[in-house]
């Protein structure tokens, strides 16, 4: 059973399009969730770290949120720089699990 | 600051030939230290993590295995490739708790 999953598969968007992605996870006493983008032939890059429901993250367009079952990436007014896979992870102990991502693409 | 560099970027090998993957963090010291691989289409699947020299913990049983020689080199390798050891593999480092900080990854085919 996948400890992390992430939904849509994929999405595409119109620029400006508002939207929200999710990670649910079944890990228990979590100890951080953490949202990564990634470009395409390059390794993932750290956006936010999350510790508690109720806490909520901001940079630029995007804003992470958690409950104690899941996390939204809300991505808003996106612009086509904005394509990408975005990656939610879980800490259990030392080890890091990640969902399988969501596949931005933003048309212009 | 810390920097992570992973070799080489791209690599076509055989099936049956061996594998070796290098991996160095400079900046920082006692670094827990990471492999994953992505396949297309999949996320990244942990493959070993290691949290200190000699410490290897393997997720994935498989025809790989990782070393840690040194406190911040970390090698990953395979004695006869398989076709489906194909992937993008990368590397990643982090203080404790902190974030994940990823290498540029490897493309590895097997033909």
């Known amino acids: 059973e996948d400890q992390v999953t992430q939904s849509p598969e994929a999405l595409r968007l119109q620029e400006g399009e508002s939207s929200s992605l999710n990670c649910s996870y079944t890990?228990?006493?979590?100890?951080?969730l953490f949202w990564y983008r990634q470009d395409p032939g390059k390794g993932p890059e750290f956006l936010f770290t999350?510790?508690?429901a109720g806490e909520e993250k901001e940079k630029e367009r995007l804003k992470a949120t958690l409950t104690k079952k899941e996390s939204f990436l809300h991505i808003t007014a996106p612009k086509p720089e904005d394509s990408a896979t975005y990656l939610c992870?879980?800490?259990?102990?030392?080890?890091?699990?990640f969902g399988k991502g969501t596949r931005l693409h933003i048309l212009p | 600051s810390q920097t992570i560099h992973q070799w080489p970027a791209t690599l076509v090998q055989p099936v049956g030939s061996p594998l070796s993957l290098e991996c160095t963090v400079e900046?920082?010291?006692?670094?827990?230290l990471y492999w994953y691989r992505q396949a297309a289409g999949r996320g990244l699947q942990l493959l070993f993590y290691s949290v200190g020299i000699g410490q290897i913990s393997s997720e994935v049983p498989q025809n790989l295995s990782a070393s840690r020689p040194q406190d911040r080199q970390f090698i990953l390798s395979s004695k006869k490739l398989l076709l489906s050891d194909s992937g993008f593999y990368l590397c990643?480092?982090?203080?404790?708790?902190?974030?994940?900080?990823f290498g540029n990854g490897t493309r590895l085919t097997v033909t």
């Open positions: 990643a480092w982090n203080d404790r708790n902190s974030p994940l900080h």
């Open positions: 900046g920082t010291s006692n670094p827990n």
């Open positions: 890990v228990s006493g979590l100890r951080g």
């Open positions: 992870a879980v800490r259990e102990a030392d080890k890091i699990i």
């Open positions: 999350l510790y508690s």
